[in-house]
């Protein structure tokens, strides 16, 4: 059973607190980070077992029995969105993506990002059950830049989870790698596991280099957008661990 509540929540803080001033947000974290209310229905059944070592012909018969499990369960609670809806997200970003769809709100306020939860699977070592769990992860990682779970909807190429995340004005600039490698460093308790990932004996963050458009900054505050997360253990026991120790 999780634990929620504001105790909890100040634990984090003060544990955050003592970061370095390079991740000031961490010290401010709140309950939304940890919130998982919003896909709490999808869970249902879900074996704490599951992890993304299988087989291609395996892996393919995981994702279509998901993908309909998952669409049948929106579809019961009111979370199943039409395709003719997305017109009334805003402006599509006209930027090639084989994970996601991406709108500009309106008030540029926020992106929608209509996500294939399976597009990069086989590099983040995700089960086909893990994906409903994966922005969470991101949420308690990346607490300035965390995902809000709309719903799900259909296309031609499959399922895909609906996510709303606040907009990083393009007029920031990307940090230096040093500063990044002290946000993961010193922040997150990565340290370089090759040429190309963070890790630790959960998870192993990638694309995150200052040469790239997915981390920007304010000046003061970092922001990572969307970097890929492999797992090395099944997701249930990821969140459990961020939960509950990280932090």
């Known amino acids: 059973m999780w634990k929620y509540g504001r105790k909890v929540i100040e634990t984090i803080a003060?544990?955050?607190?003592?970061?370095?001033?390079?991740?000031?947000?961490?010290?401010?974290?709140?309950e939304a980070d940890s919130d998982?209310?919003?896909?709490r229905?999808?869970?249902?059944?879900?074996?704490?077992?599951?992890?993304?070592?299988?087989?291609q012909s395996t892996r393919n018969t995981a994702q279509e029995a998901e993908s309909q499990r998952l669409v049948a369960i929106a579809k019961e609670s009111g979370l199943f969105i039409d395709k003719v809806i997305w017109e009334n997200y805003g402006d599509r970003k006209r930027l090639?993506?084989?994970?996601?769809?991406?709108?500009?709100?309106?008030?540029?306020q926020k992106v929608i990002k209509l996500r294939n939860p399976f597009a990069k699977s086989?590099?983040?070592?995700?089960?086909?059950?893990?994906?409903?769990?994966?922005?969470?992860?991101?949420?308690?990682?990346?607490?300035?830049?965390?995902?809000?779970?709309?719903?799900?909807?259909q296309d031609a190429e499959g399922i895909r989870f609906v996510l709303s995340q606040k907009y990083i004005p393009?007029?920031?600039?990307?940090?230096?790698?040093?500063?990044?490698?002290?946000?993961?460093?010193?922040?997150l308790h990565l340290h370089p596991e090759n040429r190309y990932y963070y890790a630790n004996d959960f998870i192993a963050l990638t694309d995150v280099s200052a040469n790239s458009d997915n981390v920007l900054t304010d000046g003061e505050v970092l922001y990572f957008i969307?970097?890929?997360?492999?797992?090395?253990?099944?997701?249930?026991?990821?969140?459990?661990h961020y939960y509950t120790l990280l932090i």
């Open 14 to 30: 003060k544990r955050w607190a003592k970061c370095p001033p390079i991740c000031p947000e961490l010290a401010t974290r709140s």
């Open 170 to 187: 393009d007029t920031f600039t990307a940090p230096t790698q040093e500063m990044i490698d002290r946000y993961l460093y010193e922040g």
């Open 41 to 55: 229905m999808f869970e249902v059944g879900l074996s704490p077992q599951q992890h993304g070592n299988y087989e």
């Open 122 to 153: 086989a590099i983040k070592n995700l089960h086909a059950q893990d994906a409903i769990y994966e922005h969470l992860i991101h949420n308690i990682l990346f607490p300035n830049t965390r995902y809000h779970f709309e719903g799900i909807c």
């Open 36 to 39: 998982r209310s919003d896909i």
């Open 226 to 240: 969307d970097p890929i997360v492999k797992f090395k253990k099944p997701a249930i026991e990821v969140l459990e």
């Open 96 to 108: 090639p993506s084989g994970e996601s769809i991406v709108f500009l709100s309106r008030d540029g």
